[in-house]
């Protein structure tokens, strides 16, 4: 009971945020919208004046999915940062659930109302393209789950890292860079069992291509499945150890 109301509330607190800062949600739309075009008139240019076969599909997909990727990770470390800046870092251990778990709704309510955001950019880039994409929405909520849990290990582990060493923006903007080897990567050898690569491939798969989750294979499921569970263990599990840490040294609250 305890556990539905903090994420209730948690719902509610962002939506009433967004809702006051509708201005700065529509300028991160315009943003990321003008990013893609960039991208995608630079490739178009490369490619002299069209992008031959499903290129043009697949960056879009990739894109989506960086995005997707981009609000699982970034929810923990800047929620730690914005608290420890206002000064209510410290309120919020003393509440009566934990701070893993408050930052797990705080992900969970971000997730849900950014992804209103991520199908608002996905309408207007396929209206500006023209692109052609199978929207099978059964097939890709599992997979969209799959990177939103990768993503959200990370995000957990370096949420660990803001706890300790505060001043962490720079290397939250590599990462969000960084990332992007992720989304592209081939699903080949190694790269297979990272988390977010075998997902997003199988996206491409289903909105390219129109492929559906039965022509996924096992193996393929396993990897996913695992490394997912992996990252968001690996994630929490350094989360925890910066949290103690940093209460050992007395910084929960400093910035």
């Known amino acids: 009971m305890r556990l539905g109301l903090a994420l209730i509330a948690m719902i509610k607190k962002e939506l009433i945020t967004r809702s ?11 943003t990321l919208y003008l990013v893609f075009m960039l991208m995608f008139l630079g490739v178009q240019g490369l490619a002299g004046g ?63 109302v950014d992804m209103v955001l991520a199908v608002l950019l996905l309408l207007f880039i396929i209206a500006t393209t023209g692109t052609s994409l199978h ?9 969209l789950l799959l ?10 582990l370096l949420g660990g890292a803001a706890l ?27 790269w297979r069992w990272l988390p977010v690569t075998l997902p997003a491939h199988w996206m491409r798969q289903v909105m390219v291509r129109g492929q559906g989750l039965s022509q996924v294979p096992l193996p393929d ?7 997912a569970l992996i990252s968001l263990t690996l994630g929490v599990v350094v989360f925890r150890l910066c949290e103690l840490r940093a209460r050992q040294l007395g910084i929960i609250g400093h910035f």
């Not at 006051?20 to 315009?30: D, E, F, K, S, V």
């Not at 929207?135 to 997979?143: A, G, N, V």
């Not at 290397?171 to 990567?185: C, D, P």
């Open 20 to 30: 006051r800062y509708m201005a700065n949600a529509l300028g991160t739309l315009i």
């Open 50 to 112: 069209a992008i031959m076969g499903d290129g043009l599909e697949s960056l879009v997909v990739g894109y989506i999915t960086w995005f997707v990727l981009l609000i699982s990770y970034q929810a923990v470390p800047y929620t730690i940062l914005s608290e420890a800046q206002q000064g209510t870092l410290e309120q919020l251990y003393t509440a009566p659930l934990s701070f893993g778990a408050l930052a797990a709704f705080k992900l969970i309510a971000e997730i849900l």
């Open 135 to 143: 929207l099978d929405i059964p097939s890709l909520l599992p997979l």
């Open 147 to 156: 990177v939103i849990i990768g993503g959200s290990g990370l995000g957990f």
């Open 164 to 190: 300790l060493i505060k001043r962490v923006q720079p290397y939250l903007q590599i990462v969000q860079f960084a990332i992007i080897i992720l989304v592209a990567s081939p699903v080949k050898g190694v």
């Open 221 to 227: 499921w396993l990897a996913m499945i695992g490394a």
